[in-house]
């Protein structure tokens, strides 16, 4: 089947650009010896009372489905015990192409429990929707890897690399034209130029979430993060384009028109900033309120990059402050992102996934329903393959208590009895 060349072009640019992370981060230095975080009491939080009976009052949309309500819970639940542990493209993208199971089956045995997934090709504008569009095909590819996922009883989550609407090539500021990237969020705002050409953006998601359905015909739970690490400005919606209360505007308006106008019920709403915050307060500068947000999440690559002085310690640090939040008002806390990434000249951190992330996301109390690492491509990857000099770390990261992966994953889309 012919595919015009100039797609595979831009699909390849576009692939590469996030083929580090969902943002460019700098290349630490190989071999740093790890900080081990300092054990400290983390003072008593009052939880609200959630039980299967009244699981459903602390969800942003009160009318979800019950597999949806079911996630909600046993993700919130999973964090008194475990963490669940996932990868962005498990399912699609393999290191060194090779493809059949996961790359974290493949060095595990098992699947991971959390599976990334991403809107950038379904809402491009290049996707005619035909069988014979590279973009379509993407598209179809994501959806099956999703169903694939679900019938398996992995959690699916769902971020969006969305172009910016004035010329609709890159969402990286570095590629933007000032005019774009002062205009763009402002763009799609109600009343402003482009907010019709945003609201057909939410229609094509609202279409695909419409289309996730397992075996029985259920629709498919999903964990939707739109507008994700807002606080910094490589992004056309980060903090140096867009007003707190802007971005607060353009979140809600986004929650309601799927949940409410598209009447989409399959759906838990995260929160989830980059990691420059190191305070609630800060955390909650750009946060539209409880009643639009389930699950409280972060991003970061940088302190545990190797290039930050007990990196290990400030990443829990932050962690801890979403753990507390969670955990004060009934949400679901993840390291919604994060990775280091092996190439041919980017050498390993020795203990990087044991003596690092382990530790970042258990010590001091904090609770995390999942962390996700970043997904593998042709010639790099965050998670090893069996031959990759970090897979003996890996593998003694998933064997570690708190550690869970699909195959220790309880039952995720029913409620306890």
């Given at each position: ?5 100039n ?13 580090c ?7 630490p ?10 054990t ?13 009976a ?5 969800l942003?949309?009160?009318d ?19 963490i ?12 060194q192409?090779?493809?059949?199971d ?6 595990t045995?098992?699947?991971?429990a959390i ?6 090709f379904i809402?491009d ?12 095909q993407q598209?179809?590819k ?5 169903i694939?996922a ?8 769902f971020?969006?690399?969305?172009r910016?609407?004035?010329?609709e ?5 570095s590629?933007?034209?000032?005019a ?6 402002k763009?799609?705002?109600p009343g402003?130029t482009y ?10 998601i ?10 029985k ?8 993060r739109?507008?994700h690490?807002?606080?910094g ?15 607060k ?6 929650v309601?028109y ?10 838990l709403?995260a ?7 190191d305070?609630?307060a800060?955390y909650?500068s ?6 639009y947000?389930?699950?409280?999440g972060m ?8 290039k ?8 829990n ?5 979403i ?7 009934g949400?679901?806390?993840a390291?919604?992102?994060t990775?280091?990434?092996i ?6 951190i020795?203990g990087w996934f ?7 996301t258990?010590n001091n ?5 999942f962390?996700?690492f ?7 990857y965050?998670v090893?393959s ?16 708190k ?5 220790e ?9």
């Open positions: 089947m012919k595919i015009n060349s797609k595979i072009l831009i699909a390849a640019l576009l692939l590469a650009s996030l083929s992370s969902s943002k460019d981060e700098p290349t230095p190989p071999a740093v010896i790890p900080v081990t975080p300092i400290t009491v983390t003072p008593s939080i009052t939880e609200p009372n959630m039980t299967t009244n699981v459903k009052t602390f942003v949309d009160k979800a489905t019950l597999e949806t309500v079911a996630m909600f819970y046993n993700l919130k639940k999973l964090a008194k015990t475990k669940a542990i996932g990868q962005q493209g498990a399912f699609t993208d393999f290191y192409d090779a493809g059949g996961s790359d974290i089956k493949k060095t045995g098992s699947d991971p599976l990334g997934s991403d809107f950038m809402t504008k290049m996707n005619d929707e035909k069988p014979s569009n590279w973009f379509f598209e179809q994501t959806i099956d890897a999703v694939k679900y019938n398996k009883g992995v959690i699916n989550t971020c969006w690399h969305l910016e609407p004035i010329e090539k890159s969402f990286y500021v590629e933007m034209t000032n774009q990237k002062m205009n763009g969020f763009s799609i705002m402003g907010h019709e050409w945003y609201k057909k953006k939410l229609d094509k609202a279409l695909v979430f419409g289309r996730l359905k397992g075996s015909g259920e629709l498919i739970p999903v964990i939707f739109p507008f690490e807002f606080d400005s490589w992004f056309w919606w980060g903090a140096d384009f867009c007003s707190p209360e802007e971005y505007t353009m979140y809600k308006f986004t309601d799927l949940k409410t106008t598209k009447g989409v019920h399959n759906l709403f929160f989830g900033p980059d990691n420059t915050y305070t609630e800060k909650l750009r946060y539209p309120g409880d009643e947000v389930d699950v409280l991003d970061n690559y940088w302190d545990l990059s190797g930050v002085t007990n990196g290990v310690m400030i990443a640090k932050k962690l801890g402050v753990s507390d939040l969670a955990k004060a008002r949400k679901i806390a390291l919604t992102e990775g280091y990434q190439t041919s000249t980017n050498s390993p020795t044991s003596d690092w992330v382990y530790p970042a258990t109390n904090v609770e995390l329903s962390v996700m970043w997904g593998n491509d042709k010639n790099a965050f090893p069996p031959a990759g000099i970090t897979a003996p770390d890996f593998k003694t990261y998933v064997a570690k208590p550690s869970v992966l699909l195959n994953l309880p039952k995720m889309y029913e409620l306890p009895k």
